[in-house]
């Protein structure tokens, strides 16, 4: 579906009905909202949504947690929700490091591991993010990872995240890999900023700056240099929405892959054992999951940072809404 997404063949015209369901679907979903029929939410503070258009990963959970970091460092007082995917708990619950990534979800868990901050998650982020403030009521801001399309949560700032796919095709869902149309319909007053992960530049997209880390840690707290394998056969295995960008990264740097495994998105790999004696290197979503039982499985950060001008672009937006919103600035 993925290659049939980049193009419009046969396959494409042949569900394009479909996608004027979906069409419909989103176009009476916002009137409803319009009409009051359903409710949004909107917090005292802040909100910052980091998602994108597109099915499938492109790489929005790096951004959040460089964003949540600097803000961090700046003096303001950050919360993150989302929606906890991969995970089986209903309820809005607060995620601490002693959650399990079945129970919460890969991505929460990951944010709660790189992040000294609140984390929230629920399948109804305004609920999560209510819950979150309730808790802890000096919040200044909310970034949301993930959520664009989540109308019940007024968002006032959205990074619309894009790779090298950029729109694939064009066309929404199932014909193409859109959740909604582009250009996208911006409620009132909400700022957009577009950022690329990939190579190419997306409509004027500032690029994030992604690479990984010099080293790998495993679950026994030790570090060890990427540069320490190089002239030793490794495996590698990464349950993401594209594993093939994480293999590619890892030869990069000069590494022989004896063995990969790809598996899908927030694939719990409960059942996973390795498959040779050679170290096995996987990315930090998959330890969270991997290190209560295979703890010698060596973990791989991703590194992001995104230019200056994206800072000197966010930053004013944020100041003059903390104020709107009566608050202090940090």
Known sequence: MLDAWRGTGPLTWCLFPLTLLSRAYIGLTRLAYKLGWKTTVKLPVPVIVVGNVMVGGTGK????????????????????????????HADCTEVSLQSLAQEVGDEALLLKSRLSLPVFIGRQRAQAALLLMQTYPQTQIIISDDGLQHLALHHDIALCVFDDRGLGNGCLLPAGPLRESWPRRLG??????????????????????RQLAGYAVNGRGE??????WRHHAVDALAAIAQPELFFSALRQTGLLLSHTQAFSDHDPLDHWQPQSANDVLCTEKDAVKLWRYQPDVWAVPLQCDLPAVFWEELMPHLVRLSLAHGHQTA
């Open 61 to 88: 959970t790096p951004i959040v947690i460089h964003v949540a970091q600097r803000l961090t460092q700046m003096g303001w007082q950050v919360g993150v929700i989302c929606r906890g995917d991969g995970g089986q």
């Open 188 to 209: 009132q007053g909400v700022v957009q900023i577009k950022v690329h992960t990939g190579d190419r530049p997306f409509e004027g997209s500032l690029a994030a700056h």
């Open 223 to 228: 570090q060890r240099a990427l540069q320490s």
